[in-house]
């Protein structure tokens, strides 16, 4: 399985991004794509995550009302549509996905099997 994210940049604060993270081999039915930022000199950070199959979807509470993760089955990628973005959401985001992720485990970066590379996003006037 592997994993390549795109679509950071720098944008103003109140500005919007769209990631994308494409996913390609085969995938166990149960497989689940989350979305991690890491910013310079900090622990890799849970942003949000989605189930494959159903659509599940998880948020960090610091992103719920402003981001949102959706998949297109057909082009086997998963978005992250954020808005409304703050100086602190920026970071070098990253996608990783991994089966057998259950509830308690979706929001850790070290339950998933693969990494794709990351994608730096700058929040700056």
């Known amino acids: 399985v592997q994993l390549q994210a795109f679509g950071g940049g720098l944008v103003q604060p109140g500005g919007y991004l769209r990631l994308s993270c494409e996913v390609s081999?085969?995938?166990?039915?149960?497989?689940?794509v989350g979305w991690f930022r890491q910013a310079p000199g900090k622990e890799r950070q849970f942003v949000s995550a989605?189930?494959?199959?159903?659509?599940?979807?998880f948020y960090h509470d610091s992103v719920k009302a402003r981001f949102t993760i959706s998949r297109d089955s057909a082009k086997n990628t998963v978005y992250l549509q954020m808005n409304s973005l703050k100086p602190e959401d920026t970071a070098v985001y990253y996608c990783?996905?991994?089966?057998?992720?259950?509830?308690?485990?979706?929001?850790?970066?070290?339950?998933?099997?693969?990494w794709g590379q990351g994608t730096e996003v700058t929040v700056s006037s």
């Open positions: 081999g085969r995938t166990a039915s149960n497989f689940a």
């Open positions: 989605i189930r494959w199959i159903g659509g599940t979807t």
């Open positions: 990783g996905g991994g089966g057998g992720l259950i509830v308690s485990s979706i929001r850790t970066p070290t339950q998933y099997s693969y």
